[in-house]
């Protein structure tokens, strides 16, 4: 009686040392510019890529959304990922490539992230590919040069929490916001030492890309790695991906192993009842200080721990927030829907459903997950709403997410983001960042402040 | 890698929860190459709040860090460890630690050591009030300040990594027949995997 995580380790699992250590072998490696500290490493000690194969190199996060290069420091960056890419035979989907995306998005995408695998990138939000019933998870330039020269990495077996999420979600309300609700439960270091693995008949109902996002956040609560067991909702999404097993059938059997077994030993059981959330947005600076959008920004002399009450007062302060000022009362200066958070196909849909025949209120940017949503997005007519609106339709990648492509909040100013981290200046030195759901980003846009979507969909999904 | 095994040193006191990597080296500078440096980068724009401890003279040339819970969550950017590292900075004691951050910072010789929440406030109430240096006893897994000590926990294969300074490509090269092996068979029995 296994665990879908257990059963998918022990296929890896080379050899344990004595200590517990593992030697896992490892299926897919995601490369990106930040990967230089990396090859710089294999430089050093003249080594080689062990297994060029299973990797797979894309720009990203420093991939402007503008068809002009802002700085050449930039350039300087795809060029180092060009370059160390063409030296050790890695594929490379560079700037502007047809296959080019946010690694998180093309990874499945592209049928690259499949059941069953272990995947790895030196990028904390790996813990998406976790939503085709795999182990992803991110990780360090050390480990990243250690993949690179063995296929493999040494691990110790995490403890194993389940999420069970009852019930069904209500109309308007996202992954997102259950990602945000199950963050603030636990908090933002409470899965900590721990793989996680959502289940029950909220996280079945959600489609692939809800599931993406679901365990793309997997991280914010502290785990490495979050799973959603495969079924036929994984096998449907797969079938005919670029990547995917040529004998798909066989494939879909063995992957049909997968799941959980009845009676299979958690470390910890975690619920949560789905008809309970509300639209979900964060005040903070970190993404476990979120409230349903109906709530007052909380009053840090209520708050009886003196660590926490600090760090309450401080957040506030960033943030330009009074207690007791109702969520919906704050003004914002601009919105961005993208990342590897919410960036996908069904995420424009959302937003457009929203934003269709309204005009934003405030400036703002959608960047697509990858060149492929793009031009799906064109093709439906998504973009057109979008810009109808008043937005600007980007490139794709990682974009006003981290603030190093050239994509910044300024200083000072407040942003409704669909994308993963509240921190301060996450966005650029000083910028305010609201975490929330395309949908509530796309509400935010449209009346210029924090604001319930759910009026604003009737009629419309 | 440099091996840890006891450090007396200037503790500096960070009152704060949830540093997180964002904060340790800030997105705009991880172009940098290692050769740079990345000391001047650490917490660049925390350290702009006035009295922010850890550029105050009385804890100058400190080698250890004290931080409230969740240090070094958030991005797995190992620039985090490499910029605590070129400032000086060998341990944390903290009542938490993100996994990628810890994982990252054993593997290039600094310490992530856990202590409880409340002796924490009483580590960091004592450096406010009085500043001054710290010991850090790997093998003891203690915390040391004249008579009175403290408890840290590590993980034991942590533990012993850091006290060896033994490096994982080196002793990965000496299992490569078991990797072979493992591999040819892996490879016919999930050819899609």
């Known amino acids: 009686m296994l665990s879908s995580f257990e059963k998918i380790w022990l296929r890896h699992e080379i050899l344990r040392r004595p200590d517990g250590q593992s030697l896992l ?24 890529v062990a297994h060029p194969n299973r990797c797979t190199a894309v720009a990203d996060h420093y991939a402007p959304t503008r068809a002009t290069l802002p700085e050449p420091a930039i350039a300087d960056m795809l060029d180092r990922l060009t370059q160390n890419t063409t030296r050790h035979a890695i594929p490379l989907a560079g700037w502007q490539h047809p296959d080019q995306g946010i690694v998180h998005v093309i990874g499945p995408e592209r049928g690259l992230t499949l059941p069953g695998l272990t995947i790895v990138c030196g990028d904390s939000h790996t813990s998406t590919h976790g939503a085709l019933g795999a182990i992803g998870f991110g990780i360090g330039a050390s480990e990243v040069a250690h993949v690179l020269t063995t296929q493999t990495l040494w691990q110790k077996p995490p403890r194993l929490m389940r999420i069970t999420v009852a019930g069904r979600l209500g109309p308007g309300i996202t992954a997102k916001d259950l990602a945000l609700c199950i963050i603030t439960q636990l908090g933002a270091d409470g899965a900590r030492g721990h793989a996680l693995e959502y289940a029950g008949p909220a996280v079945r109902a959600l489609s692939m890309e809800g599931r993406l996002t679901l365990c793309n956040l997997s991280i914010e609560c502290g785990a490495r790695c979050g799973l959603v067991a495969p079924d036929e909702t994984t096998f449907a999404y797969l079938r005919g991906r670029p990547h995917a097993p040529p004998d798909f059938d066989r494939a879909c059997a063995d992957w049909a192993t997968l799941p959980t077994d009845p009676g299979a030993r958690f470390d910890r059981e975690e619920t949560i009842d789905a008809a309970t959330i509300a639209p979900t947005i964060t005040w903070g600076t970190s993404p476990e200080d979120a409230l349903p959008i109906t709530a007052t920004i909380p009053d840090p002399a209520h708050i009886p721990n003196p660590a926490r009450a600090a760090h309450a007062s401080e957040a506030l302060a960033y943030m330009g927030l009074t207690p007791g000022q109702p969520l919906t009362s704050v003004r914002i200066d601009r919105v961005f829907i993208g990342s590897c958070t919410n960036s996908r196909i069904e995420d424009l849909r959302l937003a457009a459903a929203v934003l269709a025949g309204r005009t934003a209120r405030v400036p703002g940017l959608v960047s697509p997950g990858s060149a492929r949503v793009k031009q799906q997005a064109e093709q439906e007519g998504l973009a057109r709403i979008f810009t109808d609106a008043g937005l600007a339709w980007g490139l794709p990648g990682c974009s006003m997410c981290v603030g190093m492509n050239g994509d910044q909040v ?25 975490l929330m759901s395309p949908a509530m980003a796309a509400a935010a846009a449209i009346t210029g402040h924090l604001t319930d979507v759910r009026p604003l969909l009737t009629g419309r999904t | 890698m440099e091996k840890f095994h006891r450090l007396t040193a200037i503790a500096c006191p960070l009152p704060l929860e949830g540093i997180d990597t964002d904060q340790l080296a800030p997105a705009r500078f991880l ?3 290692r050769s740079e440096g990345y000391g001047p980068v650490l917490l660049h724009d925390l350290r702009a709040t006035p009295g922010f401890p850890l550029t105050a003279p009385a804890y100058a040339g400190a080698r250890i860090l004290i931080a409230r819970r969740n240090f070094g969550g958030g991005s797995s950017r190992e620039a985090a460890v490499y910029a605590l590292m070129d400032f000086g900075i060998r341990c944390v004691v903290a009542p938490s630690f993100g996994d990628i951050f810890a994982s990252n910072a054993v593997g290039n010789g600094l310490l992530p050591a856990i202590a409880t929440a409340p002796d924490v406030e009483t580590l960091l109430a004592k450096l406010l009030a009085t ?12 915390i040391e300040a004249g008579p009175q000590t403290w408890p840290f926990t590590i993980d034991p294969v942590w533990r012993e990594k850091l006290l060896q300074g033994f490096d994982d490509i080196d002793l990965t090269r000496s299992r490569q027949p078991e990797i072979d092996a493992f591999v040819r068979t892996y490879e016919s029995r999930y050819p899609w995997a």
């Open chain 2, 131 to 142: 500043p001054g240096e710290l010991t850090i006893d790997l093998p003891a897994c203690r």
């Open chain 1, 410 to 434: 300024a200083p000072g100013q407040r942003c409704a983001s669909t994308t993963n981290r509240n921190f301060r200046g996450r966005q650029g030195p000083g910028a305010r960042t609201h």
């Open chain 2, 31 to 33: 172009k940098r190459r």
């Open chain 1, 25 to 48: 072998f490892i299926d897919r490696h995601f490369l990106h510019e930040g990967s230089f500290n990396a090859f710089a490493q294999l430089a050093e000690r003249g080594a080689a």
